[in-house]
Antibody, heavy 120, light 113 residues
Framework: QVQLVESGGGVVQPGRSLRLSCAASGFIFTTYGMHWVRQSPGKGLEWVAV????????YYADSVKGRFTISRDDSKSTLYLQMNSLRVEDTAIYYC?????????????WGQGTLVTVSS | DTVMTQSPDSLAVSLGERATINCKSSQSVLYSSNNKNALSWYQQKPGQPPKLLIYWASTRESGVPDRFSGSGSGTDFTLTISSLQAEDVAIYYCHQYYTTPWTFGQGTKVEIK
């Protein structure tokens, strides 16, 4: 079954760290770029980060640059998002998404998301 | 950053009627190398993750009903639902992947009149 399953969300205090994971199955993980996209409660979508299929390129939204790090472990078909120096405004559902076969830019498959709440 | 502006913010359409959503980017998203527009559309129903509908501005994703179509080039794009069905009630987002940071529009909520 082709799917993405996120984990690692929870409640964390401002300034602390959290690592999200996204387990991929049912497709060849190493042939796809992977994204993180977030959605604050009741708000729209915000693209967060992307990593190329081979890990050679990584790009970030300005709002998380320098604080978040995207990475992948191809041996485990797993995507990660290390989130440091968390802020209240980072509160959101975090979705991982698979890139497209023609371009890294699209999000062709989405997970159900994991909720991160940053609060004191 | 490339700003994506959708209009309207919401619209109500009768079943079987046409729904049209516009998306304008603050800069062109047309790749000169392949003459394709790096613009996609997503549908998000309540309580669900988004779903890819259209990419390269007009290419329908596999399995997406043909009542959904995308058009436009450069900075102005349109998503059209030719005959609105009850299951199309959702929020629709445009997204540019021409230049990082990739950005989404604010979303357009489609309801039944």
């Amino acid at each position: 079954q082709v799917q993405l399953v996120e984990s690692g969300g929870g409640v964390v205090q401002p300034g602390r760290s959290l690592r999200l994971s996204c387990a991929a199955s049912g497709f060849i993980f190493t042939t796809y770029g992977m994204h993180w996209v977030r959605q604050s409660p009741g708000k729209g979508l915000e693209w967060v980060a992307v990593i190329w299929y081979d890990g050679s390129e990584k790009y970030y939204a300005d709002s998380v640059k320098g604080r978040f790090t995207i990475s992948r472990d191809d041996s485990k078909s797993t995507l990660y998002l290390q989130m440091n120096s968390l802020r209240v405004e980072d509160t959101a559902i975090y979705y991982c998404a698979r890139g497209g076969s023609e371009t890294h830019g699209i999000c062709s498959l989405w997970g159900q998301g994991t909720l991160v709440t940053v609060s004191s | 950053d490339t700003v994506m502006t959708q209009s309207p913010d919401s619209l109500a359409v009768s079943l079987g009627e046409r729904a049209t959503i516009n998306c304008k980017s603050s800069q062109s998203v047309l790749y000169s190398s392949n003459n394709k527009n790096a613009l996609s559309w997503y549908q998000q129903k309540p309580g669900q993750p988004p779903k890819l509908l259209i990419y390269w501005a007009s290419t329908r994703e596999s399995g997406v009903p043909d009542r959904f179509s995308g058009s436009g080039s450069g900075t102005d794009f349109t998503l059209t639902i030719s005959s609105l069905q009850a299951e199309d009630v959702a929020i629709y987002y445009c997204h540019q992947y021409y230049t990082t940071p990739w950005t989404f529009g604010q979303g357009t909520k489609v309801e039944i009149k």
